[in-house]
């Protein structure tokens, strides 16, 4: 039976985008307005070329395609944006945080944080041969990342640690039962289903529209459905 690994490296990873999120918000509270605006927009160019080099990863576009439209309408029937605007009034609430951009920015820093072949392979290498290598890479990367988010959107990044931890944790944990079912194709198309999810990010920090990100998560779990089905 094989032994279950501490999942030591998505603590880091956790610690890591707290320190990241309270030094933003730190920094944020002295930008002017000007300033801020060209953060947000440098943050959302950047993020649009992340989205475009995670996407880029499919070997299957039509896969991609699929995912996104039938993840999109299953999400709007479902109506998860307004769940988690629900759970980030919440949390707003309870932390007593006026911010008007909390919500966005704990939803676009979780799906930054936790999309990407970075924190499954890392949690992967983590969980198999307990090397932290990666995982260990990501939260120096998550760190600086979580610094620019939050001196943008505030102090709703910070709670991105949460699912963090739990997510990551979990590939730790049960790395030798999943990695059979997250070989390769999966993983490339995983990937750029995740990188077009950020490409919407990258449109949102930028004004370009107004998209409800929050409803396309179930791409991601279409994504390794269809990507199963057509590589077996």
């Not at 993020?47 to 576009?61: A, I, R, W, Y």
């Not at 929050?214 to 990507?227: C, E, K, R």
């Amino acid at each position: 039976m094989m032994a279950l690994t501490f999942p030591l490296g998505p603590l880091v990873n956790t610690l890591a985008i707290v320190i990241g999120s309270v030094a933003g918000v730190a920094v944020g509270a002295y930008l002017p307005d000007k300033i801020r605006n060209i953060v947000f927009q440098g943050m959302g160019l950047c993020t649009l070329v992340l989205g475009m080099k995670m996407s880029f990863s499919t070997n299957e576009p039509i896969i991609v395609i699929f995912s996104v439209l039938i993840g999109g309408i299953l999400g709007e029937l479902l109506d998860i944006n307004k769940r988690i605007i629900h759970l980030g009034d919440n949390i707003k609430k309870h932390i007593y945080s006026s911010n008007p951009h909390f919500t966005e920015g704990f939803v676009s820093a979780s799906i930054m944080f936790c999309i990407g072949a970075m924190s499954i392979l890392g949690s992967f290498d983590e969980g198999l041969h307990g090397d932290r290598s990666i995982v260990f890479s990501k939260a120096i990367l998550d760190c600086f990342g979580s610094i620019a988010l939050a001196s943008t959107y505030g102090i709703g990044v910070i709670f991105a640690a949460v699912p963090v931890l739990i997510y990551q944790s979990l590939l730790v944990i049960f790395a030798g039962f999943l990695q059979p079912w997250l070989g390769e194709p999966l993983m490339a198309e995983l990937t750029a289903t995740g990188g077009v999810l950020i490409l919407g990010i990258g449109v949102n920090l930028l004004n370009l529209m107004h998209i409800r990100l929050t409803n396309f998560l179930p791409s991601l779990v279409f994504v390794l459905i269809i990507a199963t089905i057509v590589n077996n």
